[in-house]
């Protein structure tokens, strides 16, 4: 068989890297996405600038982001991930999920924003589409 056509049969997978300050929701949410059929968490941190530079050497296709962070913001995240990759999938997932960062976060460039009281479900559903729609 030729490699091209070996490559196209081949599953492609959605690489994810999620951002969260609580090491309980964060391993919630590695477990959760790696339970994903075609989903493979790349890394995770629990601050901007570990996230930034996780984010910039992972390349991931997905990350899951919240918007208050150690000492620090999501937003800011948001912002130079959207900035230095804007082709990278951008899941705000929020316990402050208010009309103000709601605003903020989708004009900086989320594509979702989502609220971790009811709406923390979400996440697997959105994935998949958005694993459904790479090239």
């Known amino acids: 068989m030729n490699e091209l056509a070996h490559a196209a ?3 492609s997978t959605t690489h994810v890297f999620v951002v969260e300050d609580s090491e309980l929701i964060r391993e ?3 477990s959760m996405l790696a339970g994903l059929s075609g989903v493979q968490v790349v890394g ?3 601050n901007a600038a570990d996230a930034i530079a996780g984010i910039l050497a992972g390349k991931p296709d997905v990350v899951v982001l919240d918007v208050k962070l150690k000492a620090s913001s999501g937003i800011e995240v ?3 991930i959207k900035h230095r990759m804007p082709a990278t999938a951008v899941i705000m997932l929020t316990n402050y999920a208010t009309k103000e ?3 903020k976060c989708l004009e900086a460039g989320a594509e979702y924003f ?3 009281t009811n709406e923390f479900e979400q996440l697997r559903p ?4 958005l694993k459904r ?3």
């Open 126 to 129: 959105i994935i998949a589409q």
């Open 9 to 11: 049969t081949v599953p």
């Open 114 to 116: 989502l609220d971790k």
């Open 133 to 135: 729609n790479e090239p």
């Open 78 to 80: 948001l912002q130079t």
């Open 28 to 30: 919630r949410l590695v």
């Open 44 to 46: 995770h941190a629990d």
């Open 101 to 103: 960062y709601r605003r």
